[in-house]
């Protein structure tokens, strides 16, 4: 849960951890969809929930260090800060971000954005499946580093295939608590999105209209972030549309409140998340 401190109010909180997600987004025969996971039943947060990809940093994401002339640390932060949102407390924990980004897409959605020493974006050829399989597996199990794994297969991550989105935290009254940065990504060719089977029991492709239909019906568990990004997104009419938004849009960190303490009181989202 990462260290504590104590509020004006003498109440004790938990320091937010830094985190990644990945909306990663393809075309559908109208307009686009998203990949999704249903988080376990017994999952430490969002227990049941339909989310993005993602997770926290770990150590071995500041570990691995791209060709300079790939992505550098510099411009990491310069791109989680260009367009506004707090910045991350240094270059290190920047390019951290979008290192466990990469990562945790790998990990729950077995999608890697990669290129190889040609230039082209990684396909997983069904002669190759079950090698990735098993080097997916054993990332998840910390038994191979991402580090490795591109040494191994003499890939190089896909950064820029990222487009950073939204900074969100949440609220000082949860007890688990998150410092996500959210980038969107489109589906690469050649490769097929599956959940980890680890810590999610599905995964699905969706509209987001169609997740926040079935919401409102009691049918798909969303939490509130992950409502307020699929409404984000369902403004949009096209795929080209939300890429094109995604690399152009304000960004604005969000930390939701309560009107009161109870968690019985609505949430509330502070004025700068008009622009988020």
Excluded: N
Excluded at 90 to 105: F, I, M, N, P, T
Excluded at 264 to 276: F, G, I, K, N, Y
Aim: some cysteine.
């Amino acid at each position: 849960m990462g260290d504590t401190h104590s509020t004006e109010r003498g109440r004790t909180v938990s320091v937010p951890l830094p985190s990644a997600s990945v909306i990663l987004l393809r075309r559908a025969t109208v307009g686009f969809e998203t990949f999704m996971v249903r988080r376990a039943t017994q999952a430490a947060s969002f227990a049941d929930a339909y989310v993005f990809p993602g997770g926290v940093v770990r150590h071995d994401d500041y570990g691995y260090q791209p060709p300079e002339d790939v992505f550098t640390a510099d411009q990491a932060l310069e791109e989680l800060t260009a367009r506004g949102s707090t910045p991350p407390e240094s270059a290190a924990l920047a390019l951290a971000l979008w290192h466990a980004a990469l990562r945790e897409l790998f990990e729950e959605a077995g999608v890697l954005l990669a290129r190889d020493t040609s230039g082209a974006m990684l396909r997983i050829l069904a002669a190759d499946a079950t090698r990735f399989a098993e080097l997916r597996q054993a990332l998840q199990a910390g038994r191979l580093t991402m580090g490795q794994i591109l040494a191994d297969e003499r890939l190089t991550l896909d950064y820029r295939a990222l487009r950073y989105f939204s900074h969100w935290i949440t609220p000082v009254y949860v007890p688990r608590r998150f410092d996500t940065r959210f980038f969107v990504a489109e589906m690469p060719e050649g490769q097929t999105a599956i959940h980890c089977q680890i810590e999610s029991t599905d995964g699905i492709w969706i509209r987001p209209d169609d997740a926040l239909s079935r919401s409102a019906r009691g049918q798909f568990s969303i939490v509130f972030p992950t409502r307020m990004h699929l409404e984000r997104l369902s403004q949009h009419a096209s795929l080209g549309e939300v890429l094109t938004f995604a690399a152009r849009k304000p960004i604005r960190t969000v930390m939701p409140t309560r009107a009161r303490p109870s968690d019985r009181d609505p949430v509330v989202l502070p004025p700068e998340a008009s622009e988020w």
